[in-house]
């Protein structure tokens, strides 16, 4: 049983990856002290989810793309092929992008580019998934079944952080520039 776990766990590392990245996100929120407002939760769930759900998912796709070539390519029923190594390779941009721009002091906007980019990958790679299944009869593991639910689940929560946290940012902007009059403003 503990065998399977773990071949489990690595076989869907992106879905690992996912899972990881909101629970160390959910630790990071249950640790702050005070006041816990929707920017700081959001952008701590944001952050976690592009380390993890992008930076480290893309780091071992490239390893699983390049090192384990054919390993990966018969799993998602393909031949191998130079092409294999050019995605290895791309995932590697990703991830170093995502190494770099997770971090509080980073604008959204260059998360927002991060976000966009990997969902448009993802939403290619669901799509060619079902082109495969449809044109090919390709029903191979890695073809169809999770990987094909994930490619679309995690573009999504990376859409959903991103607006939850530009939806956060822009509420606290407008509280802070245009405060609701007090009460007690016109006693002296």
Known sequence: MIASTISALIGNYMTTCLVIGLVIGLI????????????RVSELFLNSYILWAIGVAEAVNFVMHSVFGNFAAATIGWAQSPFQL?????????????????????????KVALVAAT??????????????????????????????????????VGIALVAWHAVSIRRQDTVLADPAPSALAGIR
Not at 28 to 39: A, F, I, N, P
Not at 90 to 102: P, T, Y
Not at 122 to 150: E, I, K, R, W
């Open 28 to 39: 990071h929120t249950l640790r702050l002290r005070g006041r816990r407002d929707s920017k």
């Open 86 to 110: 050019e995605l290895a390779f791309a995932s590697l941009g990703i991830a170093v992008m995502a190494f770099i721009l997770h971090g509080p002091k980073t604008q959204l906007r260059a």
């Open 119 to 156: 969902a448009v990958f993802a939403f290619g790679a669901a799509g060619g998934h079902v082109y495969q299944m449809v044109a090919n009869h390709d029903y191979s593991v890695n073809n169809t079944g999770l990987l094909l639910v994930m490619d679309i689940v995690i573009a999504a």
